[in-house]
C-alpha cells in the first residue's frame, strides 16, 4: 500500500474524511500526539488499527470526537463527566464512561466503560468534523514505540500500512492525554497528561493517581488501564534516571557516561539545557529549560527516537519533580528507563 502524506487543506480532509467513512485508517495530528483513526462504529476498520499497529487485542482505544451531540451514540454521560467537559473539553482529557452498544467491544475491548476525548487541534477537529463519525485512534506509532509528535515518525512506523498521512507539524503538549476514571469513587487518574491533577482538583476536589504511574506494576496487581501493563515508550538503549541535587547529578551523569563509554558502550546524557555546557563531551540531548517542565514534555518522544537513531545502548537522564505536566514526563521517562533511578550522591561516593 502508498501511503499519501498531505498537508491539512481542506480539500485533503476532505479526502482523509471519505477515507474514515469508507472504512479505511488515517494518521491524524491533535494537540498531545499523532492519532492513527478508524471510524469507531465500524469494527473492521477497528480491527485494522490494532493490525497496523501490532497492538495487543486487549488494549482499548480512545473514541475522539468534535462536538458533545455525538456522544448520545456512544457513552453516558455523568454529571461529573459534563463537568469535566465544561471545563477542559477540547483538550488533553479523556474520560472513562460507560459504554453504550453502538461502540463494537473491539474499541474497548471488552470493558463496560469507553474512554472518549475532544481534541483542542484545529486540524483534528476539523477532519473529525468533516467525517462526522466518532474516531477510534490510539497513538499512531508502532506498538512499543515512543507516540509519534510529527508526521515524519508516523511515516517511519506507519509506511506501506496505511493510505493517508495527514502533516499538521509538531505536537504542542507532546505526551499523550490524562486518562481519568471517574467510575469507582473518588477520581483516578490513570496516565497523567497535559490536564495535570492540581488542574483537575480545582473542579472536582480530591482526585487519586494509580499507584502504577511512577513505578512497575507489581505482581498480581491488576493492571486499572490495560496500556500501563505494556513496556512502553523503550528505546533499544538502557535508560538511567540519575536522581539527586542539581550539581551532583550533573557530576554523577559525567561520571557514568565516561565510564560506560570506557566500558566500549555508546553513551549519553539526557539533560536540561542549563546542563548542557558543562556536559558537553557526554553527547547531551537537551531536555528543555529544567525551569519549563511543558518543554520537555513536548521534546521528551522525539529525543528517544533520536536516541535510537543514532544508537545509543547506555542513557544516563535528568529527571524532573513528579508535580504539574513533570508527572506526566516522569510517568514516561520512568518507563522509558524500566524505573531504573539511581542516586547521584551514591554514583560519586563510589
Ligand atoms: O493523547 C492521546 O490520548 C492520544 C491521541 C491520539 O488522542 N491517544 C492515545 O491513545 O494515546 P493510546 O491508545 O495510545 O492510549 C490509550 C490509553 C491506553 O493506555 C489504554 O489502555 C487506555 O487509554 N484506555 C482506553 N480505554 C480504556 C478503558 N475503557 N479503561 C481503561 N483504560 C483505557
Ligand atoms: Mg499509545
Wanted: hydrophobic share 40%; charged share 25%.
Amino acid at each position: 500500500m502508498k501511503t499519501q502524506v498531505l498537508g491539512p487543506a481542506q480539500e485533503n480532509l476532505q479526502a482523509a474524511a471519505e477515507l474514515l467513512r469508507s472504512g479505511q485508517l488515517v494518521a491524524f495530528p491533535t494537540e498531545t500526539v499523532y492519532g492513527l483513526g478508524a471510524n469507531a462504529f465500524d469494527k473492521d476498520a477497528v480491527l485494522s488499527i490494532f493490525a497496523a499497529k501490532d497492538r495487543p487485542a486487549d488494549n482499548p482505544l480512545i473514541v475522539h470526537v468534535w462536538c458533545r451531540e455525538q456522544l448520545k451514540d456512544i457513552c453516558e454521560v455523568s454529571e461529573t463527566a459534563e463537568k469535566l467537559m465544561d471545563a477542559f473539553w477540547p483538550g488533553p482529557l479523556t474520560i472513562l464512561m460507560p459504554r453504550k452498544e453502538s461502540i463494537p467491544l473491539e474499541v474497548t475491548a471488552g470493558l463496560p466503560t469507553v474512554a472518549v476525548r475532544m481534541p483542542s487541534h484545529p486540524v483534528a477537529a476539523a477532519l473529525l468534523k468533516a467525517c462526522n463519525v466518532p474516531v477510534a485512534a490510539p497513538s499512531a506509532n508502532r506498538s512499543g514505540k515512543p507516540s509519534p509528535t510529527s508526521a515524519r515518525y508516523v511515516y517511519q512506523d506507519m509506511d506501506g500500512r496505511i493510505p493517508m498521512i495527514i502533516d499538521g507539524g509538531d505536537c504542542d503538549v507532546g505526551l499523550e492525554s490524562t486518562v481519568l476514571d471517574i467510575g469507582h469513587g473518588k477520581p483516578c487518574i490513570l496516565r497523567p497528561g497535559g490536564v495535570t491533577r492540581d488542574m483537575l482538583e480545582k473542579v472536582l476536589g480530591e482526585v487519586d493517581v494509580a499507584g502504577s504511574v511512577l513505578r512497575p506494576l507489581q505482581q498480581g496487581e491488576v493492571a486499572l488501564s490495560p496500556g500501563m501493563r505494556y513496556k512502553h515508550y523503550a528505546p533499544n538503549g538502557q535508560v538511567v534516571l540519575v536522581e539527586g541535587e542539581e550539581q551532583q547529578v550533573v557530576g554523577a551523569l559525567r561520571r557514568l557516561c565516561e565510564e560506560a563509554a570506557q566500558n566500549g558502550h555508546k553513551s549519553c546524557v539526557m539533560c536540561f539545557t542549563e546542563h548542557a555546557e558543562q556536559l558537553a563531551d557526554c553527547h547531551p540531548f537537551d531536555l528543555g529549560s529544567i525551569h519549563r517542565p511543558e518543554e520537555t514534555a513536548r521534546c521528551l518522544f522525539d529525543t528517544l527516537r533520536r536516541l535510537d537513531d543514532v544508537g545509543m545502548d547506555a542513557i544516563f537522564s535528568e529527571v524532573l519533580p513528579p508535580e504539574g505536566i513533570g508527572l506526566a514526563v516522569m510517568n514516561r521517562l520512568g518507563r522509558a528507563a524500566g524505573f531504573h533511578s539511581v542516586q547521584a550522591e551514591d554514583i560519586l561516593r563510589d
